[in-house]
């Protein structure tokens, strides 16, 4: 008997309705738990700089697109797992609370473009780092070479 929860829950089903298994379950049941455990960590890091998910996924998105770290709202939403709404109203709280502005847009008169302010900068940058070291803290103790074996599996996952 193993202590692991996923061959616990896995056997449970092998013995009480096995039709539900296919050979994928075990793998689909262990990225899930490490999702979660994943968004977990994000979410204690986050709660400390007082951002939600949807904030931060925002502020890093301005702030990967590099200098001057804005982008059109549809280019946003594109790059996000939120609507167009969404968008709109985590970038009016960002708005709200100094980290980015609405600009004219260059390139079209009509339109405009999201910007970080030097705060927004600042606490996108924290926020990376802090949820990185989060993420990194979870896998502390494996060795690299098995955290490359399962990110090179996983790029093949992807790839279909």
Sequence with gaps: MTD???D???????HELPEVLYP?????????????ELNA????????L????????????LRRSGTPY???????????LLSSGGTSNVTNQLV?????????????GRGTQIRLTSEGISLAEQAVKASSAAHHELWAGLPDKTVAQAAQALRALNKR
């Design 24 to 36: 994928t379950s075990e793998l689909t049941k262990r990225i899930m738990l490490l999702a979660g």
């Design 96 to 108: 709200r609370r100094g980290l980015a502005v609405r600009e004219s847009d260059p390139d079209d």
């Design 8 to 14: 616990r829950l896995i056997s449970s089903w092998e």
């Design 70 to 80: 804005r982008q059109k709202p549809s280019d946003l939403v594109r790059s996000l």
């Design 50 to 61: 007082e951002l939600t998910m949807a904030e931060f996924d925002v502020l890093v998105s």
């Design 41 to 48: 960590a994000t979410r204690r890091v986050l709660r400390d």
């Design 4 to 6: 692991d929860p996923v």
